[in-house]
């Protein structure tokens, strides 16, 4: 067993989410490896208390101060616990970088993360990629965070994982090797639904996904497909590749988690049980393998693996990720926000299910990138500012 002074200092971003505790749990079934340093949660209070007093990290942050006071004195009355409670969206960009900190796992939903996970790359950490949405709009400033921080960016979406995990170790091999890759999706619950009757889905239906268990607005997007429109942006950021060489076949048993198509034409893909704890741990382990909890695939119980194209009537929003990439950078930060915006409306049910799509595509093309606005953090965020206010007058105009 190695000393706890060589043990990798984790910082969880997120930490109540769906990756959050998945995260937590892989974390907590190797402390000879892994120490929590720091974790952080939007609002459930309680939940990061149990996780405190659970990790015992050296910081735990809440945006908000009134939850952050809450907190504090959760944990006062624990006595033993010495967890620094921090407030404020700059505390996540602080425990990110934070000097004793090796990696970071980024697991809050939405461009909300971006801040934090650039201040990690800048910062040179290992991030560990959930957050989507933070590179769909990061796009080429993230990359270049990555690269002038020396930080070692590492998958953590199961698709984006599987490429990764059927590439070689030498980034500077893929170029010749890949001619294209293939993101496998579930199609999520509607896959086999009339496309006719889908202004009529209800949230309680488009949250129940088949195959996985995630988030509110991940489920949604799988629904839509929206969510493998952004892994479309995506893996284009990740394994830097063109937009023709990004493509997509719906595979419902979610057994094959992508694959990648080399020059020679061998096919390579990653199976496994879905269970993100495969990808976080090997997220968390790479170059090695550790256990991850996970069950291991069942051949026999899922004997037919199957293959569908994603009908464009069904799903019109992932094609909106290939129209995004081929228009002016910039474009994917518009169609995160609005998708941000309409699956927020859609969930407080002020949208209708299939107008997510329609107030997606809209935005994406009224609403223009200024020259520069992806420059720069501040800019992007003022881009996603006028997109969600773009989409928000949409959205109003469909509700009346
Ligand atoms: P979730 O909603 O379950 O959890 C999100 C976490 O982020 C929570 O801890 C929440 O408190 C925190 N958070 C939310 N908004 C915040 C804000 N504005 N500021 C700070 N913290 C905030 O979401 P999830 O399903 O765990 O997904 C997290 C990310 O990982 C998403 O980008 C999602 O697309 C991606 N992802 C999730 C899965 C999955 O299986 N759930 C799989 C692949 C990728
Ligand atoms: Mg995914």
């Given at each position: 067993?190695?000393?706890?002074?060589?043990?990798?200092?984790?910082?969880?971003?997120?930490?109540?989410?769906?990756?959050?505790?998945?995260?937590?749990?892989?974390?907590?079934?190797?402390?000879?490896?892994?120490?929590?340093?720091?974790?952080?949660?939007?609002?459930?209070?309680?939940?990061?208390?149990?996780?405190?007093?659970?990790?015992?990290?050296?910081?735990?942050?809440?945006?908000?101060?009134?939850?952050?006071?809450?907190?504090?004195?959760?944990?006062?009355?624990?006595?033993?616990?010495?967890?620094?409670?921090?407030?404020?969206?700059?505390?996540?960009?602080?425990?990110?970088?934070?000097?004793?900190?090796?990696?970071?796992?980024?697991?809050?939903?939405?461009?909300?993360?971006?801040?934090?996970?650039?201040?990690?790359?800048?910062?040179?950490?290992?991030?560990?990629?959930?957050?989507?949405?933070?590179?769909?709009?990061g796009g080429a400033l993230?990359?270049q965070?990555?690269?002038?921080?020396?930080?070692?960016?590492?998958?953590?979406?199961?698709?984006?994982?599987?490429?990764?995990?059927?590439?070689?170790?030498?980034?500077?091999?893929?170029?010749?090797?890949?001619?294209?890759?293939?993101?496998?999706?579930?199609?999520?619950?509607?896959?086999?639904?009339?496309?006719?009757?889908?202004?009529?889905?209800?949230?309680?239906?488009?949250?129940?996904?088949?195959?996985?268990?995630?988030?509110?607005?991940?489920?949604?997007?799988?629904?839509?497909?929206?969510?493998?429109?952004?892994?479309?942006?995506?893996?284009?950021?990740?394994?830097?590749?063109?937009?023709?060489?990004?493509?997509?076949?719906?595979?419902?048993?979610?057994?094959?988690?992508?694959?990648?198509?080399?020059?020679?034409?061998?096919?390579?893909?990653?199976?496994?049980?879905?269970?993100?704890?495969?990808?976080?741990?090997?997220?968390?382990?790479?170059?090695?393998?550790?256990?991850?909890?996970?069950?291991?695939?069942?051949?026999?119980?899922?004997?037919?693996?199957?293959?569908?194209?994603?009908?464009?009537?069904?799903?019109?929003?992932?094609?909106?990720?290939?129209?995004?990439?081929?228009?002016?950078e910039g474009?994917?930060?518009?169609?995160?926000?609005?998708?941000?915006?309409?699956?927020?409306?859609?969930?407080?049910?002020?949208?209708?299910?299939?107008?997510?799509?329609?107030?997606?595509?809209?935005?994406?093309?009224?609403?223009?990138p200024e020259a520069g606005e992806c420059a720069s953090v501040e800019g992007l965020?003022n881009l996603?500012?006028?997109?969600?206010?773009?989409?928000?007058?949409?959205?109003?105009?469909?509700?009346?």
């Amino acid at each position: 067993m190695s000393s706890s002074s060589s043990r990798q200092r984790i910082c969880v971003l997120g930490s109540t989410g769906s990756v959050g505790t998945s995260t937590l749990d892989v974390l907590a079934r190797h402390p000879e490896r892994y120490e929590v340093f720091a974790l952080s949660a939007m609002s459930r209070v309680e939940e990061l208390a149990a996780q405190c007093l659970r990790y015992r990290p050296r910081y735990a942050v809440l945006p908000e101060a009134g939850l952050a006071a809450r907190l504090r004195g959760l944990l006062r009355e624990q006595k033993g616990c010495a967890t620094e409670v921090l407030e404020g969206a700059a505390a996540l960009s602080e425990i990110a970088t934070h000097p004793e900190v090796d990696a970071v796992m980024a697991a809050i939903v939405g461009a909300a993360g971006l801040a934090p996970c650039l201040a990690a790359a800048r910062a040179g950490k290992k991030l560990m990629l959930a957050n989507k949405e933070a590179i769909v709009v990061g796009g080429a400033l993230f990359m270049q965070a990555v690269e002038q921080g020396g930080a070692t960016l590492l998958p953590v979406d199961s698709e984006h994982s599987a490429i990764f995990q059927c590439l070689p170790e030498d980034r500077a091999s893929w170029h010749e090797r890949i001619d294209h890759i293939v993101l496998t999706a579930s199609g999520g619950p509607f896959r086999q639904r009339d496309p006719a009757t889908l202004a009529d889905v209800t949230l309680e239906q488009a949250v129940a996904h088949p195959n996985w268990v995630m988030g509110r607005k991940i489920s949604i997007d799988s629904a839509t497909m929206m969510n493998k429109a952004l892994e479309v942006i995506e893996a284009r950021w990740l394994f830097n590749l063109a937009p023709e060489q990004l493509k997509v076949v719906i595979h419902p048993q979610s057994i094959i988690h992508s694959m990648v198509v080399c020059r020679d034409r061998s096919v390579l893909a990653q199976l496994g049980t879905p269970d993100m704890r495969v990808p976080i741990a090997y997220a968390l382990s790479f170059p090695e393998r550790i256990e991850s909890g996970a069950e291991p695939l069942d051949f026999l119980a899922k004997p037919t693996l199957s293959f569908e194209e994603a009908d464009a009537r069904r799903f019109p929003g992932l094609f909106l990720s290939w129209q995004a990439l081929r228009a002016a950078e910039g474009a994917t930060a518009v169609l995160n926000a609005a998708n941000e915006e309409a699956v927020a409306a859609f969930a407080e049910r002020r949208l209708r299910f299939d107008h997510i799509c329609r107030v997606n595509r809209q935005t994406l093309e009224e609403l223009h990138p200024e020259a520069g606005e992806c420059a720069s953090v501040e800019g992007l965020l003022n881009l996603d500012a006028r997109a969600r206010r773009h989409a928000l007058r949409l959205i109003e105009g469909l509700a009346g």
